[in-house]
């Protein structure tokens, strides 16, 4: 079993910068991805970046320029540096953590506030 957990999360007024980290812990025999997704009050759960075991990243359109996905392998820890952020970027920000074709494990998630 894997136990995911996100921390980080805050409240920021708009402009600022936040780090997430996702640390994963238990039984890791193997490694394909890690993704960060969020979720806004009334809205669906959308993606938001992730990175593979060869370091490939994607971005979702929104976070684009502002957002960086980075892993520490030997951590087991992912995080998600967020800049100039915007109010429309609150949400609570969950983290998935691929460890074979088709089994994942997700953590409970984290709020993020952007507001004045």
């Known amino acids: 079993q894997v136990q995911v957990r996100e921390s980080g999360g805050g409240l920021v007024q708009p402009g600022g910068s936040l780090r997430l980290s996702c640390a994963a812990s238990g039984r890791i025999i193997s490694f394909i991805a890690v993704a960060w997704y969020r979720q806004a009050p009334g809205k669906e759960r959308e993606s938001v970046a992730s990175i593979t075991g060869g370091g490939n990243t994607n971005y979702g359109d929104s976070v684009k320029g502002r957002f960086t996905i980075s892993r520490d392998k030997a951590m087991n820890t992912a995080y998600l540096q967020m800049n100039n952020l915007e109010p429309e970027d609150t949400a609570v920000y969950y983290c998935?953590?691929?460890?074979?074709?088709?089994?994942?494990?997700w953590g409970q998630g984290t709020q993020v506030t952007v507001s004045s």
């Open positions: 998935k953590y691929v460890v074979a074709q088709g089994v994942s494990y």
